[in-house]
């Protein structure tokens, strides 16, 4: 006796079969898929490893070479050398201009001096000028600060003195000026002094030593001192103001 059942029993092992090979096929798939991943993972990691300092060639030299090379290649640069306080420049004194004339000359030439009768100081009646030159006097005229002493009344004898401070380039003008009116300038006492003389024969007499007029000037630190002496009886009298102003 048959069941309903009976005639399909034996189909159902083909049905268990074609479901086992479907999943080996599903799973053959999954496998060949992962390798292949591995396989593209390993090509870009040998890529990567490769492009990153895998494979180094002459080309592409090492960071230590590029340095090395580029050492070489700078110009060495000799360590300057620093100057000792003693080798320093020492900026030059400045001297104020006197504002008394009895700055101007030393103690030793004023005791000469004081009380002759023919030498007063800074009589009101003598000009303002210690040159005889245009060209000085009208510089002369443009400087402040400046002071003038004078020594006698009109006459022919007599000294005058104009200190005044002078720039730099100044100081060069009247140097320079000075050579060119004839004097014999030398460089002395820390500064540039000229000395121009001139002697009238007719004083000779009269004055003897002292005869002649003599033009002389001093520049030194910012300072000019500009002289002129007439048949005055006076030995270095440019030089006694140099020492009181400056020092002997």
């Not at 401070?165 to 100044?170: H, K, L, M, P, R």
Request: aromatic share 6%; glycine share 8%; net charge negative.
């Amino acid at each position: 006796m048959t069941t309903p059942e009976g005639p399909n029993v034996p189909e159902e092992f083909p049905a268990e079969a074609s479901s086992t090979e479907s999943k080996k096929s599903h799973t053959g798939l999954w496998i060949g898929i992962g390798i292949a991943v591995l396989v593209v993972i390993a090509v870009v990691i040998a890529a990567v490893s490769g492009a990153f300092g895998g494979g180094k060639t002459a080309e592409s030299p090492s960071p230590s070479a590029e340095v090395s090379a580029s050492a070489s290649a700078s110009p060495s640069v000799a360590p300057s050398e620093t100057p000792t306080a003693s080798e320093a420049p020492t900026a030059p004194t400045r001297v104020s201009v006197p504002t008394d004339c009895q700055a101007v000359f030393t103690p030793a030439f004023l005791q000469k001096i004081d009380g002759d009768p023919n030498y007063p100081l800074n009589n009101p009646d003598v000009g303002q000028d210690s040159s005889r030159d245009d060209q000085i006097i009208a510089l002369t005229k443009t400087l402040e600060p400046r002071i003038f002493c004078s020594w006698g009344a009109p006459s022919d004898s007599g000294a005058n003195t104009t200190v005044a401070a002078v720039t730099e380039s100044q100081a060069a003008t009247v140097n320079a000026r000075m050579k060119a009116i004839g004097a014999t300038c030398t460089e002395v006492d820390g500064g540039t002094r000229c000395v121009l003389s001139r002697v009238a024969p007719e004083t000779i007499e009269q004055y003897g030593m002292y005869a002649g007029v003599a033009e002389s000037s001093f520049t030194r630190d910012g300072l000019w001192i500009s002289t002129q002496q007439v048949n005055f009886r006076a030995e270095d009298y440019l030089q006694d103001s140099i020492n009181a102003i400056f020092g002997s």
